[in-house]
């Protein structure tokens, strides 16, 4: 019996690190790389800027017409309005693109996608709800949620905190 030095026969030895294998619904080669998701996400909030430019005429407008009957608040009324509209126009667009191609308009640029951690296209109760209005809802009551949301990304398996949230992993397209 040899103590010392180990016996390559021994079948209750452990397993040599090399020879473990990585159990898991999507092989590391497959995640989505963390600058890539960044910006992704990046290009997906510049898609609400353009939104802005509506508010900021509307207060112009407000500003510059020289009708003295209407109430200021009144004036700027159609850009805050056409604020509100284009803002819904986009949400609605990546919702959509989300829930049927699995991509929004960031992802779709730099060649990513969402797909549920059992593999295969996720519900859109997972990508729209658990994956977005939730964590939204969550961040805008307590602003910490967003940053520890986004520091999720540097654990092992590069998911979010919504990832985790919604059961969803983002993989290279």
Same mark, same amino acid.
């Given at each position: 019996?040899?103590?010392?030095?180990?016996?390559?026969?021994?079948?209750?030895?452990?397993?040599?690190?090399?020879?473990?294998?990585?159990?898991?619904?999507?092989?590391?080669?497959?995640?989505?790389?963390?600058?890539?998701?960044?910006?992704?996400?990046?290009?997906?909030?510049?898609?609400?800027?353009?939104?802005?430019?509506?508010?900021?005429?509307?207060?112009?407008?407000?500003?510059?017409?020289?009708?003295?009957?209407?109430?200021?608040?009144?004036?700027?009324?159609?850009?805050?309005?056409?604020?509100?509209?284009?803002? $819904?126009?986009? $949400?609605?667009?990546?919702?959509? $693109?989300?829930?049927?191609?699995?991509?929004?308009?960031?992802?779709?640029?730099?060649?990513?996608?969402?797909?549920?951690?059992?593999?295969?296209?996720?519900?859109?109760?997972?990508?729209?709800?658990?994956?977005?209005?939730?964590?939204?809802?969550?961040?805008?009551?307590?602003?910490?949620?967003? $940053?520890?949301?986004?520091?999720?990304?540097?654990?092992?398996?590069?998911?979010?905190?919504?990832?985790?949230?919604?059961?969803?992993?983002?993989?290279?397209?």
């Amino acid at each position: 019996m040899n103590v010392v030095g180990g016996d390559d026969s021994n079948p209750y030895r452990a397993p040599e690190t090399s020879s473990v294998v990585r159990s898991g619904p999507r092989s590391r080669q497959r995640l989505a790389g963390r600058f890539e998701r960044l910006l992704a996400s990046l290009l997906d909030s510049l898609l609400y800027v353009p939104s802005f430019l509506w508010l900021a005429l509307g207060n112009a407008a407000a500003f510059l017409t020289d009708d003295e009957t209407a109430l200021p608040d009144a004036r700027g009324a159609i850009g805050v309005s056409l604020f509100v509209l284009s803002m $819904l126009f986009v $949400l609605a667009l990546q919702a959509f $693109l989300l829930c049927t191609r699995g991509w929004t308009v960031g992802k779709r640029v730099f060649k990513l996608r969402v797909e549920s951690v059992h593999g295969g296209p996720a519900s859109a109760v997972q990508l729209v709800v658990l994956r977005t209005l939730l964590p939204a809802g969550i961040g805008w009551c307590c602003g910490l949620f967003s $940053l520890i949301d986004a520091l999720f990304i540097f654990g092992e398996e590069r998911r979010c905190l919504h990832d985790l949230l919604a059961g969803t992993v983002v993989v290279n397209a």
